[in-house]
């Protein structure tokens, strides 16, 4: 086998990749990454039963073959820093190492057994529907970062898809505060839900701004999620379990409407954080009162932290505890320049949202302060 | 007590005055730092008894007093994100606390007795030199690198100063490696070494170019040193102990004299040490053959990896082996364009050093591979 390929092709086919590979392997192959050369393009695979990964990018191919390398990480590591901006790869037939050459530095990487890697499955053929790479990428953005870190409950280190008709909604949630966000699909499709593991969607989407008005095509089957898109096919199992009825968690009215501004707003916690940040709870206390609101937090032992910010704001004022990172984590991803705040009373949640989208829904439960 | 003055000061003296508060304080005060002000001044203070600094900074001052904050940390974490320019701070008579205000935002801290904050002690008069800031700071940056990390020898764990007529010179070592370097001083001054620990020295001459050419006066006591400079005063305990002879570390003649370019040598090294960097002893080999360096790591599995750059070789062609950070330390702390390796043989230490500049030498050990 022998073939060159870009530098930058595969630094970027690596950053997605690496995500599949796993880190503590339960068989070492797991650790590592399938290449194989043929027909003018190179295929990199890599699958750690959650997640299963196959990237494709142009390679110049003088002869064909495939090897498993049994590091991902390294490979990674070194393809980053060769100092040409090509890289030739060359293997012997039955050897055991891969050659990778690159101006004057070279590398030999230890091979595995092609037939111990376990390929990433092509998706059987099940429920399918489109939608642009941009709309999924914002939806992800805007939703995972909600679910629960902790394992405890497996369901909720998931976020859930949900087709109805020609609209998909995602939503995360770690019980405490939930986000929620929609967009319309190009077509109608069959209704589904399904939940995916947060993990595999981070960093799912890239940021290649000349590649976000193509389409990505998700593909659901029993266990299995599978998202292609340009070169890339993305397969991960789904979560079993029951994902509660998110909609019953979503205030139906309110009694308090809030406007602020965005930045201003995000700066105010930032720096009253700095005082809660070492408590339980890294509680935030919010007065609404006349025109602004008195944003504060207190730590017996260092002291407290105010700062005052303008709202609009109607209906009843009250005041109404959160932890900190709820709020500062919703505010990264609000694109617009004001936030709007709904809340009933100090025990009930609140939600934040853009004015003028209906589409994104978060709701944060008080700290009974 | 109320006064003003500007985030930028204070933030640029937090900076430095932060090495000094204590992270794990015998008694709480140490956490904490002192505050004093009057005519037209801000004094602050900190002392973990192994550092004591004090600084000045401008400030308005509306009522003089003084008062202890019972968290450093907190206090430079608020003042560095205040939404204002300037910084009003105020307390009662006989309270337990100190308001800092701007903008909008207001931190109330809680303090402490100011009679139990221990004052940063002013130097006795001693033996005394002054240095350029710029050239004191290229000497420390030069050297303590090469300091030991671990405690269990504390005198490696410093630098050696060492004054003999009008010459500083700043030694570190590790025992497997060592940094030498040099300064003409402006005038003769009595003989006097002592050793400074490292952990004073790291960033203690910051990098303000405007100030580069002001003069440092460095006083020495039996126990403690003191560097005075700008607005700013820095008290050092010494470390007791034999600094050993570290003229017998460096080679008296070499027999293998190479030049390398410094960039392109770095770049070899980080390459190469990719691969050793699980390796006990990160061991990476160095060819020295014919008009270039080969230099290469190996882990049994994982694989190699190889770089090969150019030299000016003279004299015997030999190969040896080294810790690899041993190496890329100094390529990080050598200015010249080119870098000059003199060597004996594979188990003698090698020398590394800047063509035309004597006042610097770096001796790495080779690692037995």
């Known amino acids: 086998m022998k073939f060159s390929c870009y530098k930058d092709d595969?630094?970027?086919?690596?950053q997605l990749l690496i995500k599949a590979v796993a880190v503590k392997p339960m068989t070492p192959v797991l650790a590592g990454i399938y290449l194989k050369a043929e027909n003018s393009a190179l295929e990199l695979q890599a699958n750690n039963f959650s997640t299963g990964i196959i990237i494709r990018i142009p390679a110049s191919v003088e002869s064909s073959g495939e090897v498993v390398v049994n590091?991902?990480?390294?490979?990674?590591?070194?393809?980053?820093?060769?100092?040409?901006?090509?890289?030739?790869?060359?293997?012997?037939?039955?050897?055991?190492?891969?050659?990778?050459?690159?101006?004057?530095?070279?590398?030999?990487?230890m091979t595995m057994e092609v037939s111990d890697f376990p390929k990433v499955k092509?998706?059987?053929?099940?429920?399918?529907?489109?939608?642009?790479?941009?709309?999924?990428?914002?939806?992800?953005?805007?939703?995972?970062?909600?679910?629960?870190?902790?394992?405890?409950?497996?369901?909720?280190?998931?976020?859930?898809?949900?087709v109805k008709g020609d609209k998909l909604s995602i939503v995360a949630t770690n019980t405490h505060r939930l986000a929620f966000a929609s967009k319309k699909l190009p077509e109608n499709y069959t209704d589904v839900s399904f939940v995916v593991p947060a993990e595999a969607l981070r960093g799912l989407i890239t940021n290649n701004p000349s590649a976000a008005e193509n389409y990505v095509t998700v593909n659901c089957s029993l266990r299995y999620v599978t998202f292609t898109f340009d070169n890339v096919f993305v397969n991960s199992r789904l979560i079993e379990g029951l994902f509660p009825p998110y909609d019953k968690v979503i205030p139906e009215s309110t009694v308090t409407h809030v406007r602020v501004d965005t930045a201003e707003f995000k700066q105010a916690i930032d720096f009253v954080a700095l005082m809660s940040k070492d408590d339980e709870y890294n509680t935030v206390k919010f007065v609404f009162e006349g025109d602004g609101i008195a944003i504060s937090a207190n730590a017996s032992e260092f002291g407290n932290a105010d700062r005052k910010i303008?709202?609009?704001?109607?209906?009843?004022?009250l005041s109404i505890s959160f932890n900190a990172d709820y709020i500062a984590d919703v505010l990264r991803v609000i694109d617009t320049k004001q936030t709007k705040i709904d809340l009933n009373d100090k025990f009930s949640p609140a939600t934040f949202t853009e004015p003028g989208n209906d589409d994104f829904i978060y709701v944060a439960t008080p700290v009974r302060a």
């Open 10 to 14: 595969l630094n970027e086919a690596m």
């Open 71 to 109: 590091s991902g990480k390294r490979f990674q590591d070194f393809v980053r820093i060769m100092p040409d901006e090509t890289v030739t790869f060359s293997n012997e037939e039955g050897g055991n190492s891969l050659v990778i050459k690159s101006g004057g530095a070279s590398v030999e990487l």
């Open 122 to 162: 092509t998706p059987e053929t099940a429920r399918t529907f489109k939608i642009l790479k941009r709309e999924l990428g914002d939806l992800i953005r805007k939703t995972v970062f909600a679910a629960a870190k902790d394992e405890s409950r497996p369901v909720f280190t998931g976020a859930l898809f949900e």
């Open 310 to 317: 303008a709202a609009e704001i109607e209906g009843e004022r």
